[in-house]
């Protein structure tokens, strides 16, 4: 869908508004401005069907869907099976690994984390760089 000029558009999904506000910050730093946001899996999950994106990035830990939840019904949908999932969660067990990688997740972000682990996750998933 996009370039490696243009900039992804992005699917955020995290229920803590402190939290989602600084992965936020931490997109338009990079140039990133194109940010659908979604506080649940099932909003996420409505709002990636209506809107495509480039990428997801989602919390694991919520409800009523969790970030696991809404990862395999995006794997199951042929309409948004192909779109590149980003993990985000405190859990960095290797079960929790193990789990999100059979469900097919393109990457994990364990927090807390920073500008430089977000933007190699980006940059492994998606056709883009960020702005020098």
Do not use: C
């Not at 338009?28 to 649940?40: F, K, M, T, Y």
């Not at 009523?64 to 794997?75: E, H, I, N, S």
Request: charged residues 20%; aromatic residues 4%; without cysteine.
């Amino acid at each position: 869908m996009n370039t490696p000029s243009s900039q992804p558009r992005i699917m955020l999904v995290e229920d803590i508004p402190a939290m989602r506000l600084l992965v936020r910050q931490m997109l338009r730093s990079l140039g990133i401005d194109q940010i659908i946001e979604a506080n649940d899996g099932s909003t996420a999950l409505q709002l990636v069907r209506a809107q495509p994106v480039d990428v997801v990035l989602s919390d694991w830990n919520m409800i009523p869907m969790t970030g696991l939840q809404l990862l395999m019904a995006m794997r199951e949908d042929p309409a948004t099976s192909h779109i590149p999932f980003i993990m985000i969660t405190g859990e960095g067990s290797m079960e929790h690994v193990q789990r999100a990688r059979s469900a097919g997740v393109n990457g994990y972000l364990i927090k807390p984390f920073g500008l430089d682990a977000l933007t190699r996750q980006l940059t492994k998933v998606v056709r883009w760089r960020p702005a020098a």
